[in-house]
């Protein structure tokens, strides 16, 4: 049984930083590329980062470059992403996603992503 849990997100402040965090179980963690999704209120889904299974390479969207860093620990299978001097932009459900992705350019699409978590909330005063 395929399982992502992501970990709680939470309400912050403006310039806070928080750490998202995803387990993952059913599958082999190791051969999957791992991506973070987000979907702010009233709109549509949309890439946040990705990390690429085969080389490591980490994508961002441009909205979070400097900010945001995901990271992968394939002992642990677990990813996360590093989020800093987050802005209220930034308030949205965030989904961490898993999929047999190998290049940069597929891993900002999530049809490419064949699991997903269930959601966790971040809420960004300003």
């Known amino acids: 049984q395929v399982q992502l849990v992501e970990s709680a997100g939470g309400l912050v402040q403006a310039g806070d930083s928080l750490r998202l965090s995803c387990v993952a179980s059913?599958?082999?963690?190791?051969?999957?590329?791992m991506g973070w999704f987000r979907r702010p209120p009233g709109k549509e889904r949309e890439f946040v980062a990705a990390?690429?299974?085969?080389?490591?390479?980490?994508v961002y969207t441009d909205s979070v470059k400097g900010r945001f860093t995901i990271s992968r620990d394939n002992t642990k299978n677990t990813v996360s992403l590093r989020m800093t001097s987050l802005k209220p932009e930034d308030t949205a459900v965030y989904y961490c996603?898993?999929?047999?992705?190998?290049?940069?350019?597929?891993?900002?699409?999530?049809?490419?992503?064949?699991?997903w978590g269930q959601g966790t909330q971040v809420t960004v005063s300003s």
């Open positions: 990390i690429l299974w085969n080389t490591n390479t980490t």
């Open positions: 996603a898993a999929g047999m992705v190998a290049s940069g350019y597929d891993s900002r699409e999530p049809n490419n992503y064949f699991y």
């Open positions: 059913g599958f082999r963690f190791s051969r999957h590329t």
